[in-house]
């Protein structure tokens, strides 16, 4: 997000993107700092190593989150939980989500 501030007028830039516009779902090594990708329609698994140097993956299992709510529900609170409990540097990887770049509209 980017901001200007004059006098006392501020102006923010954001972009608002939904679920059916992520393109792609990479998987982003902490190590060797490879990348795979995957369709969020053909995602099945996360390896539990990377792909490219072997690097392993430590997928954090949580006993009492074995789908105890909706999936809307545990999407929002597994975002939360990635963000404060599970980065990089912990799970051996990040998780970055991929789609087209907004169209620029004429004024």
């Known amino acids: 997000m980017s901001w200007y501030t004059s006098a006392n ?3 923010e830039r954001k972009i608002v993107v939904g679920l059916e516009e992520i393109r792609a779902i990479s ?4 190590q060797c700092k490879s990348r795979l990708t995957v ?5 099945r698994d996360i390896p539990a190593a990377c792909p ?11 006993p009492q989150a074995v789908s105890a709510g909706s999936p809307p529900k ?12 599970f980065g990089a540097d912990v799970i051996g ?13 004429a004024l």
Not at 27 to 30: D, L, Q
Not at 93 to 105: A, C, S, V
């Open 9 to 11: 007028v501020t102006f």
């Open 52 to 62: 490219h140097c072997n690097f392993p993956w430590r997928l954090p299992e949580d």
């Open 93 to 105: 990887f990040k998780i970055l989500l991929e789609f087209d770049e907004p169209g620029r509209h």
């Open 39 to 43: 369709s969020p329609d053909d995602i």
């Open 27 to 30: 998987f982003e090594c902490h």
């Open 74 to 85: 545990n999407f929002a609170f597994g975002i939360k939980e990635l963000k404060i409990r």
